[in-house]
């Protein structure tokens, strides 16, 4: 009698291999808008795609990307930190008086740091001690911080000294200054959230808070951590910008918060908390937010128009956001399929 041999398992249909690759492509969505939004100003405006316009966005995402940076990490908790831009104001505030009474520059950048992680350390103990919905928390937060602001400058524009303008044109090995900033920080949040227990922590609280918390992880630490990560980045992020601009005016940072949310979720950012990456998430959404008003100005579109883009892309976040989990959640759904007579006389 002829040896038995098993027969060869048969080749997945396609809509099974689609179910497996699928995630995949989803995850990949930030990168194809990015590339469908570069191509598509570059057929409407050739120098578009030049190398020094590239840059330009590049340097110009700093800002943006550090501030998002911030948000990945409270939205990664399921919370929001509407606050980030009125934090811009007030710690850019500070560090513009210090410049113009004559401090180093050194001091009135530590200084607003200072301010931005005491910030989110209102934020964040509001949150986790009193339970205070973050949505509702940091709309506050957002009116008292901004009036400070306002009231610190007079609601007056504030010229700088030049050698704050010099730092933000400066270069460090050839490379734009606040890229390499933006670079720092991203290496530096991509080590927490992947390497440290920290991480680990946000992602669980995110995903579960109730059984982070009966796992023992101290979920009232972890929120109170983010929000002051958030406020650091929010006050480095503006001092990127007032370093980029060489003044600061009373509308300074003026709806950023909504700029870094964008950024966060079209980067693949959960706004219902557990999932996201600082990299290449967070990066690629911020280069996007910026690509596309780089690309308004290039194409020389109405004024009028940019409000109605940026609502655009924020309803595409959530809506991307939203379709994508829903989506992620049917497919990694396994699915147990009765074995066939056939495939079980084969097995014995």
Not at 21 to 47: C, K, N, Q, W
Not at 250 to 272: D, K, Y
Not at 303 to 310: K, S
């Amino acid at each position: 009698m002829a040896p038995h041999r098993a027969a060869a398992p048969a080749a997945d249909p396609p809509p099974a291999a689609f179910a497996r690759a699928a995630p995949a492509l989803l995850e990949s969505i930030p990168a194809l808008m990015l590339l469908a939004v570069l191509l598509g100003f570059g057929a409407a405006a050739p120098r578009f795609l030049s190398g020094q316009n590239l840059l330009n966005i590049l340097i110009q995402s700093a800002s943006t990307g550090v501030v998002a940076i911030g948000m990945t990490f409270v939205l990664l908790t399921g919370g929001i930190d509407l606050s980030v831009g009125a934090v811009m104001l007030l710690t850019g505030g500070v560090a513009a008086k210090m410049a113009l009474a004559g401090a180093p520059l050194w001091e009135a950048g530590v200084a607003a740091l200072l301010i931005g992680a005491a910030c989110g350390a209102v934020n964040g103990a509001i949150v986790a001690v009193l339970r205070i919905h973050p949505f509702i928390v940091t709309l506050s937060t957002l009116y008292l911080v901004r009036g400070l602001g306002l009231y610190l400058t007079e609601t007056r524009a504030m010229n700088l000294p030049p050698g704050v303008l010099q730092f933000g044109s400066a270069r460090l090995a050839g490379i734009p200054a606040p890229v390499v900033l933006l670079a720092v920080v991203v290496v530096l949040a991509h080590v927490l959230l992947r390497r440290a227990s920290f991480g680990l922590q946000v992602y669980a609280t995110g995903h579960d808070a109730e059984a982070a918390r009966r796992s023992g992880i101290r979920t009232g630490r972890v929120l109170f951590g983010v929000y002051i990560i958030s406020g650091v980045l929010a006050a480095a992020g503006g001092l990127i910008s007032l370093a980029q601009l060489g003044a600061l005016s009373p509308t300074f940072g003026n709806q950023r918060e909504f700029a870094a949310v964008a950024a966060a979720v079209l980067g693949g950012a959960s706004l219902f908390g557990g999932r996201g990456t600082v990299f290449p998430g967070t990066v690629i959404g911020a280069v996007l937010v910026q690509t596309i008003e780089n690309g308004l100005v290039i194409a020389n579109a109405d004024p009028y128009v940019y409000p109605m883009v940026a609502a655009a892309i924020i309803f595409a976040a959530v809506f991307l956001d939203s379709a994508r989990l829903k989506k992620i959640r049917r497919l990694r759904v396994r699915r147990i399929r009765p074995a066939t007579l056939a495939q079980r006389a084969t097995d014995a």
